[in-house]
């Protein structure tokens, strides 16, 4: 046999065992190679890796698979930070022998990764390699180390899922990417793109930029563009364009262009569904960051929005646009908003710091301010606000007037309203955080003079309105607070003290008219009546709700009505449904006084009087449950004669049982007697109601044509 022969034989045979072994080799879990990369793993990160099963090839390439790939997280071998189904390198051979380790490909499929931040601010992103052992630590005694890089040439990720859940920022999310793709990560350009699929969303992205192995390019170029689209339909563009020196933090330098653009906010749900964003649409921005080292500047920037809903947050609030303009990073960013709140158009401009300025605040807002000049404009009047804007102290001149404030559905509405004063704060970011109104007193110092040329509320009017506010140390006091309404000077004082644990309040009426709902909403009962209530009186209370102070109140008030209305129906109730009334009932006076003391209102005087209704009593109202204890006396005039029962009123103030009560002698009774209902008990009520306060008086009795029975008929409004 000849020599080329022999040597053909040798090298088939070769080959063949060869690819025997690779064939066993594929079919055989390689442990021993399996052993090694989880205990390298481990030494580098400090988690535990599993590999269930791990395969290596050798023709016609060489290649390692491994399925069933978990990271655990730290801690935890419970939950894993990452897993996959499966991961495949591809490894080149030439480069070994210029000590260069290239994956030329490395696949994953399915994978899964999940961030997580806990309450602390621990995260699980952050690795603590084991220590090496002396042993490993002294290089071997013969020969010298060789130094190997290692290069991944492309990169594929397929089927996979980041998930997100801080616990210190109560936020989470989920982003699943159908498909990621980098290549020619071993050249000067290396590329990516990136699908990312949700619901009716999807994300594609496409970049470049400079060489990453094995050594970072010291200046890196950046190009990433980004396409939104939902159903199909292009939702926004993004993109970021420049240069970045890499190195050390101090030898940074950042030269990149940004910018984009969104239809419509809410878009972004497709991926985000549980965020529960408003209605804004036309979004754009774009800037320039720059800067060395520290912290990347913006360098200039521009943010506008069109129609921007804040209802879900703020109700009846409408951004009409909004536009934020810095043209350099030391010039003043330029505010201008437009939009409504509560029907009242309003407006918002000025300057806020500058574009350097709001980076450092953003970095590290406690150690930061910035300077601010804002006017809130109503039409051609506006209140400006001038000062400084801190982290932790802020303080403002306020000063200005607005024709026209609407402060809410069933709220106030004032016209010509005026305001001066200053205020300040240690704890800006604080009240960013939680703006309740007991944290605004604690945290503010205010002294404010408040005034408006009218006032409207529920059908009421004042004109005349001011008011002198001093917040300080944890306590507001608006005294006095003066208006004139209803014919008479109205005064009160309020005081709010949250200088201990429980807020406490305290209101004074000397007096105050008010719409009765409105008082009626106050206690937390049902009313019967309608009209404008005459209070007088002083509540003190301590909660932080409106039960807790309904339980806690403490003090006098007395309530007065004059030419008001009552429903038939409770009127018929107090007959015993005997007389029928189909109408609202005028009513000549109502009073009452009472005692609030542990959760209840002790009633000691409680009158009304109408053309041929009249009653008097006292009892008891709860006023969180607002059940009733009454015992009410009251009187029908019937033609120039009178009937008079004794009536126990139960229930609730929104379900009032009324049934006839007993006298000292267990037994029901009626009186009746002689009474043509021209005796006025109005002066006397009213009087203790209003603790001998002057104040309106109802109309003289009506003396009207016809017989008696027609005129009380009339009265009772079965007839005209």
Same mark, same amino acid.
Request: aromatic residues 6%.
């Given at each position: 046999?000849?020599?080329?022969?022999?040597?053909?034989?040798?090298?088939?045979?070769?080959?063949?065992?060869?690819?025997?072994?690779?064939?066993?080799?594929?079919?055989?879990?390689?442990?021993?190679?399996?052993?090694?990369?989880?205990?390298?793993?481990?030494?580098?990160?400090?988690?535990?890796?599993?590999?269930?099963?791990?395969?290596?090839?050798?023709?016609?390439?060489?290649?390692?698979?491994?399925?069933? =790939?978990?990271?655990?997280?730290?801690?935890?071998?419970?939950?894993?930070?990452?897993?996959? +189904?499966?991961?495949?390198?591809?490894?080149?051979?030439?480069?070994?022998?210029?000590?260069?380790?290239?994956?030329?490909?490395?696949?994953?499929?399915?994978?899964?990764?999940?961030?997580?931040?806990?309450?602390?601010?621990?995260?699980?992103?952050?690795?603590?390699?084991?220590?090496?052992?002396?042993?490993?630590?002294?290089?071997?005694?013969?020969?010298?180390?060789?130094?190997?890089?290692?290069?991944?040439?492309?990169?594929?990720?397929?089927?996979?899922?980041?998930?997100?859940?801080?616990?210190?920022?109560?936020?989470?999310?989920?982003?699943?990417?159908?498909?990621?793709?980098? @290549?020619?990560?071993?050249?000067?350009?290396?590329?990516?793109?990136?699908?990312?699929?949700?619901?009716?969303?999807?994300?594609?992205?496409?970049?470049?930029?400079?060489?990453?192995?094995?050594?970072?390019?010291?200046?890196?170029?950046?190009?990433?563009?980004?396409?939104?689209?939902?159903?199909?339909?292009?939702?926004?563009?993004?993109?970021?364009?420049?240069?970045?020196?890499?190195?050390?933090?101090?030898?940074?330098?950042?030269?990149?262009?940004?910018?984009?653009?969104?239809?419509?906010?809410?878009?972004?749900? +497709?991926?985000?569904?549980?965020?529960?964003?408003?209605?804004?649409?036309?979004?754009?921005?774009?800037?320039?960051?720059?800067?060395?080292?520290?912290?990347?500047?913006?360098?200039?920037?521009?943010?506008?929005?069109?129609?921007?809903?804040?209802?879900?947050?703020?109700?009846?609030?409408?951004?009409?646009?909004?536009?934020?303009?810095?043209?350099?990073?030391?010039?003043?960013?330029?505010?201008?908003?437009?939009?409504?709140?509560?029907?009242?158009?309003?407006?918002?401009?000025?300057?806020?710091?500058?574009?350097?300025?709001?980076?450092?605040?953003?970095?590290?807002?406690?150690?930061?301010?910035?300077?601010?000049?804002?006017?809130?404009?109503?039409?051609?009047?506006?209140?400006?606000?001038?000062?400084?804007?801190?982290?932790?102290?802020?303080?403002?001149?306020?000063?200005?007037?607005?024709?026209?404030?609407?402060?809410?559905?069933?709220?106030?509405?004032?016209?010509?309203?005026?305001?001066?004063?200053?205020?300040?704060?240690?704890?800006?970011?604080?009240?960013?955080?939680?703006?309740?109104?007991?944290?605004?007193?604690?945290?503010?110092?205010?002294?404010?003079?408040?005034?408006?040329?009218?006032?409207?509320?529920?059908?009421?009017?004042?004109?005349?309105?001011?008011?002198?506010?001093?917040?300080?140390?944890?306590?507001?006091?608006?005294?006095?607070?003066?208006?004139?309404?209803?014919?008479?000077?109205?005064?009160?004082?309020?005081?709010?003290?949250?200088?201990?644990?429980?807020?406490?309040?305290?209101?004074?009426?000397?007096?105050?008219?008010?719409?009765?709902?409105?008082?009626?909403?106050?206690?937390?009962?049902?009313?019967?009546?309608?009209?404008?209530?005459?209070?007088?009186?002083?509540?003190?209370?301590?909660?932080?709700?409106?039960?807790?102070?309904?339980?806690?109140?403490?003090?006098?008030?007395?309530?007065?009505?004059?030419?008001?209305? =009552?429903?038939?129906?409770?009127?018929?109730?107090?007959?015993?449904?005997?007389?029928?009334?189909?109408?609202?009932?005028?009513?000549?006076?109502?009073?009452?006084?009472?005692?609030?003391?542990?959760?209840?209102?002790?009633?000691?005087?409680?009158?009304?009087?109408?053309?041929?209704?009249?009653?008097? @009593?006292?009892?008891?109202?709860?006023?969180?449950?607002?059940?009733?204890?009454?015992?009410?006396?009251?009187?029908?005039?019937?033609?120039?004669?009178?009937?008079?029962?004794?009536?126990?009123?139960?229930?609730?103030?929104?379900?009032?049982?009324?049934?006839?009560?007993?006298?000292?002698?267990?037994?029901?009774?009626?009186?009746?007697?002689?009474?043509?209902?021209?005796?006025?008990?109005?002066?006397?009520?009213?009087?203790?109601?209003?603790?001998?306060?002057?104040?309106?008086?109802?109309?003289?009795?009506?003396?009207?044509?016809?017989?008696?029975?027609?005129?009380?008929?009339? @009265?009772?409004?079965?007839?005209?």
């Amino acid at each position: 046999m000849r020599l080329k022969t022999k040597l053909g034989l040798l090298a088939g045979v070769a080959i063949v065992l060869a690819g025997g072994g690779c064939v066993i080799s594929a079919t055989q879990d390689a442990g021993w190679l399996r052993t090694r990369i989880v205990s390298a793993v481990e030494k580098k990160t400090g988690r535990h890796l599993t590999i269930d099963q791990l395969h290596v090839w050798l023709l016609p390439f060489p290649w390692v698979e491994a399925q069933g =790939v978990h990271l655990s997280d730290p801690g935890s071998d419970a939950h894993d930070m990452f897993s996959a +189904a499966s991961v495949r390198v591809r490894l080149s051979v030439l480069p070994l022998f210029q000590h260069r380790v290239v994956f030329s490909n490395v696949s994953i499929s399915q994978p899964q990764i999940m961030l997580h931040r806990d309450e602390d601010g621990q995260s699980n992103w952050h690795f603590n390699p084991q220590q090496n052992t002396p042993e490993e630590a002294t290089p071997a005694a013969s020969g010298g180390r060789v130094n190997w890089d290692i290069v991944v040439a492309n990169l594929e990720l397929t089927q996979g899922d980041l998930q997100w859940q801080d616990e210190l920022k109560h936020r989470s999310g989920e982003l699943p990417v159908e498909k990621f793709e980098a @290549g020619a990560l071993d050249t000067d350009a290396p590329s990516f793109h990136l699908d990312a699929l949700k619901n009716k969303g999807k994300l594609s992205v496409d970049g470049q930029t400079g060489r990453l192995f094995p050594h970072p390019a010291t200046q890196m170029p950046v190009q990433i563009k980004a396409a939104f689209s939902v159903d199909g339909q292009p939702a926004g563009l993004a993109h970021i364009d420049g240069t970045l020196t890499t190195g050390e933090p101090e030898q940074r330098e950042y030269a990149l262009r940004f910018g984009g653009s969104l239809g419509q906010l809410q878009a972004v749900q +497709a991926f985000f569904p549980r965020a529960g964003l408003p209605h804004a649409e036309n979004i754009s921005v774009n800037g320039m960051i720059g800067g060395k080292a520290g912290i990347p500047q913006l360098q200039n920037f521009h943010i506008h929005t069109g129609t921007f809903d804040l209802r879900p947050y703020k109700k009846d609030v409408v951004l009409e646009h909004l536009t934020l303009d810095a043209a350099q990073s030391d010039s003043p960013v330029a505010l201008d908003l437009a939009g409504t709140a509560e029907g009242t158009s309003l407006g918002l401009k000025g300057t806020v710091g500058t574009a350097e300025q709001i980076m450092t605040w953003l970095h590290a807002p406690a150690e930061s301010s910035m300077p601010v000049s804002l006017t809130l404009t109503d039409s051609d009047a506006g209140v400006h606000f001038t000062g400084e804007l801190g982290g932790q102290h802020s303080a403002f001149d306020i000063q200005g007037q607005l024709k026209h404030l609407a402060t809410g559905p069933s709220q106030p509405v004032f016209d010509g309203l005026s305001v001066k004063g200053h205020v300040e704060t240690d704890e800006t970011l604080e009240l960013t955080k939680v703006h309740s109104f007991a944290n605004i007193v604690r945290n503010l110092t205010a002294q404010l003079d408040v005034s408006a040329a009218r006032v409207a509320w529920a059908g009421q009017s004042w004109e005349a309105l001011s008011a002198h506010v001093v917040n300080n140390n944890g306590r507001l006091v608006a005294d006095p607070i003066q208006a004139r309404g209803s014919g008479l000077q109205q005064s009160a004082r309020f005081v709010y003290d949250v200088t201990q644990e429980i807020p406490a309040a305290e209101l004074s009426a000397h007096p105050v008219v008010l719409p009765l709902q409105v008082v009626d909403a106050w206690m937390g009962v049902q009313s019967w009546l309608k009209g404008e209530a005459f209070v007088v009186g002083t509540v003190s209370a301590r909660g932080r709700d409106m039960s807790a102070l309904r339980q806690t109140a403490a003090g006098h008030v007395g309530i007065s009505v004059v030419d008001g209305k =009552v429903g038939s129906k409770i009127l018929s109730s107090l007959t015993m449904n005997k007389i029928p009334m189909k109408q609202e009932v005028s009513v000549r006076c109502f009073g009452t006084h009472m005692q609030l003391a542990d959760g209840v209102a002790t009633i000691d005087l409680l009158g009304l009087q109408s053309r041929f209704l009249s009653l008097h @009593g006292h009892g008891t109202v709860n006023l969180n449950t607002t059940d009733l204890d009454l015992h009410l006396a009251p009187t029908l005039m019937l033609a120039g004669n009178s009937a008079e029962s004794d009536v126990l009123v139960s229930g609730s103030s929104y379900n009032p049982v009324i049934k006839m009560e007993p006298n000292s002698s267990g037994r029901y009774g009626l009186t009746i007697g002689k009474n043509d209902g021209e005796d006025d008990s109005c002066p006397a009520l009213l009087s203790s109601a209003r603790e001998g306060e002057a104040g309106p008086e109802p109309a003289p009795p009506a003396k009207e044509k016809g017989g008696k029975v027609m005129n009380m008929l009339r @009265g009772l409004g079965l007839f005209h």
